[in-house]
Each structure stands twice: as structure tokens, then as C-alpha cells.
């Protein structure tokens, strides 16, 4: 499937100047940096695209119980290491 909302960039490397600029010409669809919201405590050091994903992904299992997300199932392991190698196969 087509990606058809754009990208989100985050981590420390997204900080790079002109690299959202440069992946919206590459991949052709919109671009921007990812920062955390709804966040206490220590803002100045986890309001940056440095620590996005981590905070996210810690929101994500604080709250995912409230979330619609499906639950991988038995063969979660399994399918996710064909669908890696498939990746690979079609990319190398």
C-alpha cells in the first residue's frame, strides 16, 4: 500500500538542517519533524524530536489499553520475521 499522509521524522538525526526539505522532494509527499506533546516534567530536555519515539512508545504502552490497536496474536513473532526477510529479499 501507498503511504498517503506523509512522513513523520524523529530522533536526534532529524535535527540535520534541510533534511525534512530534502526527504519531502525524495519521497514526494509531505514531511515534518515529530515532537512529543501532552509531556510533564523535565520540557526543555523531551520537548525536541531527539526523544519522540521513546516518549511515544512509553505514552503508547502507558494509554495503548485505551487505544484501538489490534493485539498481535499467536504467530506475531513468526510473521514479522517473514515479513523482514521478505523486505530484504525485495530490497537486496
Known sequence: EKLTYGMVITGGGSELKNLSGLAQETIGMPVRIGKPNNISGEVDIASGPSYASAIGLSQWRRFGTDLNVNKPG???????????????????
Request: glycine residues 6%.
Open 74 to 92: 499467536k504467530g506475531f513473532v513468526k510473521d514479522t520475521i517473514t515479513n523482514v526477510k521478505k523486505l530484504f529479499n525485495d530490497f537486496f
